[in-house]
């Protein structure tokens, strides 16, 4: 059984959750998000609570339990505080800035790479090196730091393209001379 999936989601004031046929939809100060319930999975509230049950003991509907709990409250708490990804370029003449809903990257291509940004994402550039992409859905927040980061993913000698800021690149020694 999964033991993520037996905790109840706890709705926080201001926070408005409706549960129609096989379609949920949290409403909160920062937005609303709404995500459709597959059939191995019962969820009800309850008072304050949100509880997510399996149809069946089954293995597979056990593990939508977890799911189904996890994508729930990543939902609650998207709507409440929100989710961001911070994002560093490293690299001499390496930039990016942002204009209007369009980030543009300088990554010693010949050309600027042009992103437009997903609706309901906000990408923040500080220093024209330090990216920070805000937004209410976990799911889409993550995508899109992702995409930004393979533009020019950090490679392993000298550590310059886009990393995350927690990210820690393992180096590799360069060649070196014959004697």
Known sequence: MSRVGKKPVIIPAGVKVDLTSGLIK?????????????????????????????????RVDTSKQGLYRTLISNMVEGVTSGFQRVLEIN???????????????????????????????????????????KGIDKELVGATAAKIRSFRSPEPYKGKGIKYAEERILRKAGKTGKK
């Open 91 to 133: 690299g001499v003449g390496y930039r990016g800035d942002m204009k209007g809903n369009t980030l543009s990257l300088a990554l010693g291509y010949s050309h600027p790479i042009e992103y437009s940004v997903p609706e309901g994402i906000e990408v923040e550039v500080e220093k024209q090196t330090k990216l920070t992409v």
């Open 26 to 58: 949290v409403q909160g100060p920062k937005g609303k998000l709404e995500r459709a319930i597959c059939d191995g999975v019962l969820v009800t509230i309850e008072a304050d609570e949100i509880v997510v049950k399996p149809v069946e003991t089954a």
